[in-house]
């Protein structure tokens, strides 16, 4: 009896069955500002004097969770967050590779404006559908992320000036990140307004109007013949009745001789 109570006894080895390889980076208590400042930076003294990879690839683990938040903060509704997370990541070893650690300011300041530069650059190159000025992708990512921020300030959508207001910038500019905000995306024009096939009318059936005449054409090309003979019988009969009615000219002989006897 005493045996079979050690074998179900679920006592030992429960610890190491929850968790085999350890919490992971997410998953871990969060560190204190200060300390985990200093345990980045030791890191990467490690990793650029001493060429220690373990060094670098533990950075790259402990600020994860950096870069999945910077990938939420600028993701759009149509971008894949994973694609998004990806760039970021770029980033982050990006600037665990540049950044000098004999320098005094922390290595946070330097890896958020990094990843930043890689989101704004994946958006540029990848995400419009349409070719827009630097500027104005900028101006548009700044649009976006400002209107975001009010709504969830203001608990309704905010207007043009608001938003202006925010970015300072211009009424102006506003709208006209609004408007080219519309070039990222491009569809088909056999898609739909609203929903799948048969629930609205596509874009195609959308733009433009019906041509009142268009139905015109078929008749046209129906009775063509019918008038093409109409033609020509109309014309030889005026050709005939001309040649009757008209006076016969005089000859020049004649005329001449009449003009020498007066």
Known sequence: ???????????????ETMHPQGPSADQRPPEDPGCRA??????????????????????????????R????????????????????TLGLIKAIDRFDPSRETAFSSYAV???????????RDNGWA?????GMQERVMQVDHSVN????????????????????A????????????????AVSL???????????????????????????????ATIAPTLRQCRRATGSCCTCASSRTSPRPRSPSASGSRRCTS
């Open 170 to 185: 211009s009424t102006e500019q506003v709208l006209e990140a609004m408007v080219a905000a519309s070039a990222y995306d």
């Open 190 to 220: 056999e898609s739909y307004h609203f929903g799948d096939a048969g629930d609205g009318e596509t874009y195609a059936e959308s733009i433009g109007v019906e041509d009142d005449r268009f139905e015109l054409v078929d008749c046209g």
């Open 69 to 88: 938040r910077m990938a939420r903060r600028y993701r759009r509704s149509d971008e894949p967050l994973d694609d998004l997370v990806q760039v970021a």
């Open 149 to 168: 921020e009010l709504s969830g300030k203001l608990g309704r959508s905010p207007s043009a000036g608001e938003v202006a207001a925010a970015i300072g």
């Open 1 to 15: 009896m005493e045996r079979a109570k050690i074998q179900v006894d679920p006592g030992e080895g429960t610890a």
């Open 38 to 67: 200093l345990e980045d930076r030791r890191l990467l003294v490690r990793y650029h004097r001493e060429g220690d990879q373990a060094a670098r690839e533990q950075l790259v683990e402990r600020l994860l969770p950096l870069a």
């Open 113 to 123: 404006p990094t990843m930043l530069g890689e989101l704004k650059r994946y958006f």
């Open 130 to 134: 349409v070719h827009v000025p630097r």
